[in-house]
Nanobody, 127 residues
Framework: QVQLVESGGGFVQAGGSLRLSCAVS????????RAWFRQAPGKEREFVGA????????YYADSVKGRFTISRDNAKNTVYLQMNSLKPEDTAVYLC????????????????????WGQGTQVTVSS
């Protein structure tokens, strides 16, 4: 099993920044690709971006490209989501996910690709 715990959410004004963290424990060899998703009220879960733990390559959804950055700390087994230039439409619960297979580009249904999920952390951006 793999356990993922997110932290760092909160309330921020539009244009501000937040950094989310996702600490991974357990069978970490089963978390070759780690990703961030988000889900706003009444909307489907949306892929935000992914990182290859082995190679450090990343991929981002168009909606966040240039504003969000995924990084990692190998020693802490933690992946981060740095969010800059936040907009009210970024308001959502942000979830960390992991899968045992390689590949940062999302499939047609990216949610179904990931086996392990965190509990989520709320991000609220005011206008």
């Amino acid at each position: 099993q793999v356990q993922l715990v997110e932290s760092g959410g909160g309330f921020v004004q539009a244009g501000g920044s937040l950094r989310l963290s996702c600490a991974v424990s357990g069978r970490t060899f089963s978390s070759i690709t780690r990703a961030w998703f988000r889900q706003a009220p009444g909307k489907e879960r949306e892929f935000v971006g992914a990182l290859s733990w082995s190679f450090g390559t990343t991929y981002y959804a168009d909606s966040v490209k240039g504003r969000f950055t995924i990084s990692r700390d190998n020693a802490k087994n933690t992946v981060y989501l740095q969010m800059n230039s936040l907009k009210p439409e970024d308001t959502a619960v942000y979830l960390c996910a992991a899968k045992a297979r390689a590949g940062v580009r999302p499939a047609d249904d990216p949610t179904s690709e990931y086996e392990y999920w965190g509990q989520g952390t709320q991000v609220t951006v005011s206008s």
